[in-house]
Every structure is written in C-alpha cells, then in structure tokens.
C-alpha cells in the first residue's frame, strides 16, 4: 500500500458517531462499531481522520469540509433527515463542492433503490431477475398472467429487510391482496411482486468503477430454519444475533463448482455495470435447484464492517481489512463526475 497520508472525513449519521476510546465491550455490542472500525483502520494507515456526524442539517458537512479540508469523505451516511433516499443527495452535494468520496455514486443509489426499475435495467441487459410486476398504491391489484404461485411480495424501495417476513412468500390471491395491502398501508411505497424462487441466498461483493472486480461467492446459510420455514432473509434473520444462534443461521464461502462461481461473479459485474454504479456493492442472489442464479437487488454502500459479509468474502480471499479500505478509498479519489 502506498505511504501518502491524506486527510479523511468520515462522514457518518450523528447517532453513530463512536466515542473517543470506547472499552471492547461497547465496541462489540455497539450500533457504531463498522464506523469505528473504518476510523482506526484508517488511522493505523497513518491517515488524518476526523468525523463528521449528520443528521438533518448539511451546513454541518460543509463545514467540516471547510475547517478540515479533507482530501476526501469517506462517505458511511445511509439517510438524511430520516429519509434513507436522501442519501444520494449527499454525494450530489459532494460532487457540487468537487470534493472526491467513496462508495457509489448519485445516479448510481438512486437506481439501485428502486427494486422495479433496476429490474427493468437488468432485464434489457438480460440478466438474470425474477419475474415481476408492480402493485402502485392507488392502482390495480389484478395479477399478470405469466406469474404464478408461490410468489413474493416486497417494498420497491424499502431495504434491510423492512418488510420482509414469512408472510411475504404468498400462495394464492387472498394472501397476495392482503401482504399488497400490507406493504401500501404500513410502508406507504408500491410493492413489487416477484417470482419466488426456492433454493440457496448467495451474495456477491464487486468493487470498482469502470473495471470492476468480484470478491469470492457468499451463502447464507439458514440452518434449522428451513426446517420449520421459509428460507428467506427476514428482519430478524439479517439482524437478531439471539436468532440466528437459536436456529444455526451462519454465512461463509459459497460451495460452488468453479464454472458456477465464474458465472455467478460475472452476472454480478454485469449488474452492477448496467445499474451504473461505482465504489462498492454487495449483490442479492438465489440460486434454484436447476442452478441457475437470479438477481435480487443491488446493495450499493454495502456494510463493510470488519465482521460482515463483504469484508469477510474479501477476507477470504486474502485481502486483509485495510487492504479492502485502501482500495475503497482509491476508487473515490479516481471517480470522476461526469461532467460532460
Ligand atoms: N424473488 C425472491 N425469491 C425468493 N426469495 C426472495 C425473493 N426476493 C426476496 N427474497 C428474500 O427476501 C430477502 C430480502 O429481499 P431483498 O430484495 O434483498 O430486499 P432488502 O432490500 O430488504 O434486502 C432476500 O434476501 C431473500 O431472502
Ligand atoms: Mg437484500
């Protein structure tokens, strides 16, 4: 890794700042601890790092980037002002300052987060993607032909799993109506309606921005769960630690053949092109019985703590935490705006 020391502004949300030297135990069982980790990681590199904490008033980073003048923000902000889509309003505002930061770019976050038009994106491209259509708040609830049963029913723009629960898989009309109802009355977005595709959750980490690189394979592996019910990543799966030890729910590296490790790093560089994204993301597949893999979502601005899915796949595949910082921070210094 290169020597150069640069000042780095960490920009997360105010209720995640870590404090000054916090003891292991609150580290562990903190909500900050991938922001404290990025910090020191960053800070072991030899770089200047200063947070920025953001709630609902920008003012605060522009003047963090004013009396710090960062070389670059490092950019952990996932909403503003409640509003989790705002989050691309940060790094337009960004781009407006010409200060460089990582991660994905505006367009890029703003696609990704609209699961129908991404899949609309995907589907011209021809990859791979569930059979779907979309149930607008105030429109028809009449079924296309073309989509049969089981099926799932989902948020277009909701994420983590909001949303999500067994009662998401749906096996005829009535439970159909009333999970749309659901999602329209107590998320107030569309829902989307897809295909349910039964087989393996994988996960697949790129990274890049015009050459794009793929980190090794990831399951989640549901354990007991399948047993009793659908594996599917509900709430409770993605972030009840007391949950997922009562049911073996663990993830670790994809046993595949090499062809279908290939494959499966290969529709994902090809997603995430085509979606126009950039820094780094984590993409949401199923593989079915017949092998063949389908698309989920885009996850760009993936969680990349120390412990989670995307670092331990790099991990895995030898490139240690910093090693994975460093070249995110890279890329947000070589991304450029377009301008043209
Ligand atoms: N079409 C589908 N078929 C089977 N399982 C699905 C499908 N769509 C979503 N799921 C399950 O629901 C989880 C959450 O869905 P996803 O589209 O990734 O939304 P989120 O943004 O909430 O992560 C997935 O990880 C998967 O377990
Ligand atoms: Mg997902």
């Known amino acids: 890794m290169p020597t150069k020391k640069l000042r780095v502004l960490l920009a997360v949300h105010k209720t995640l700042l870590p404090p000054e030297n916090p003891t292991a135990a609150e580290i562990r069982d903190s909500e900050w601890s991938?922001?404290?980790?990025?910090?020191?990681?960053?800070?072991?590199?030899?770089?200047e790092v200063k947070f920025v904490g953001l709630d609902?008033?920008?003012?605060?980073?522009?003047?963090?980037?004013?009396?710090?003048?960062?070389?670059?923000?490092?950019?952990?902000?996932?909403?503003?002002?409640?509003?989790?889509?705002?989050?691309?309003?940060?790094?337009?505002?960004l781009e407006l300052l010409r200060v460089p930061y990582t991660g994905c770019n505006p367009r890029g976050l703003m696609v990704?987060?609209?699961?129908?038009?991404?899949?609309?994106?995907?589907?011209?491209?021809?990859?791979?993607?569930?059979?779907?259509?979309?149930?607008?708040?105030?429109?028809?609830?009449k079924l296309a032909t073309g989509l049969?049963?089981?099926?799932?029913?989902?948020?277009?723009?909701?994420?983590?799993?909001?949303?999500?629960?067994?009662?998401?898989?749906?096996?005829?009309?009535?439970?159909?109506?009333?999970?749309?109802?659901?999602?329209?009355?107590?998320?107030?977005?569309?829902?989307?309606?897809?295909?349910?595709?039964?087989?393996?959750?994988?996960?697949?980490?790129?990274?890049?921005?015009?050459r794009t690189e793929a980190l090794p394979v990831w399951e989640?592996?549901?354990?007991?769960?399948?047993?009793?019910a659908e594996p599917i990543a509900t709430r409770r799966v993605k972030w009840s630690s007391a949950y997922r030890k009562r049911y073996k729910i663990s993830s670790g590296k994809a046993e595949l053949s090499e062809a279908q490790e290939t494959?499966?790093?290969?529709?994902?560089?090809?997603?995430?092109?085509?979606?126009?994204?950039?820094?780094?993301?984590?993409?949401?597949?199923?593989?079915?019985?017949q092998g063949k893999f389908y698309v989920l979502e885009a996850n760009p601005n993936c969680h990349i703590g120390e412990k989670e899915d995307f670092a331990q796949s790099a991990d895995s595949k030898g490139l240690t935490y910093s090693e994975l910082l460093w070249r995110i921070l890279n890329l947000g210094l070589r991304w450029q705006p377009n301008r043209g």
């Open 34 to 47: 991938a922001e404290y980790e990025v910090a020191t990681a960053l800070r072991d590199m030899g770089h």
């Open 220 to 228: 989640l592996n549901f354990g007991e769960l399948s047993e009793q």
């Open 56 to 93: 609902d008033h920008i003012g605060d980073m522009r003047t963090a980037i004013w009396e710090f003048k960062p070389q670059l923000v490092f950019n952990l902000t996932e909403e503003f002002d409640g509003v989790a889509h705002f989050d691309q309003n940060i790094v337009s505002f």
């Open 263 to 289: 494959e499966a790093q290969d529709i994902c560089r090809r997603a995430y092109r085509a979606l126009g994204l950039s820094g780094y993301a984590r993409m949401d597949l199923r593989l079915d019985a």
């Open 148 to 210: 049969a049963f089981p099926l799932m029913v989902k948020s277009t723009t909701e994420e983590a799993s909001l949303g999500i629960a067994q009662a998401s898989v749906v096996q005829n009309e009535t439970q159909l109506k009333e999970r749309v109802a659901f999602i329209h009355e107590h998320l107030d977005t569309d829902a989307i309606v897809e295909q349910y595709i039964s087989g393996r959750e994988v996960y697949v980490g790129v990274m890049g921005n015009m």
């Open 112 to 141: 990704a987060r609209d699961k129908a038009l991404s899949k609309k994106i995907l589907s011209f491209h021809s990859i791979p993607t569930p059979a779907f259509q979309v149930f607008p708040r105030h429109g028809s609830t």
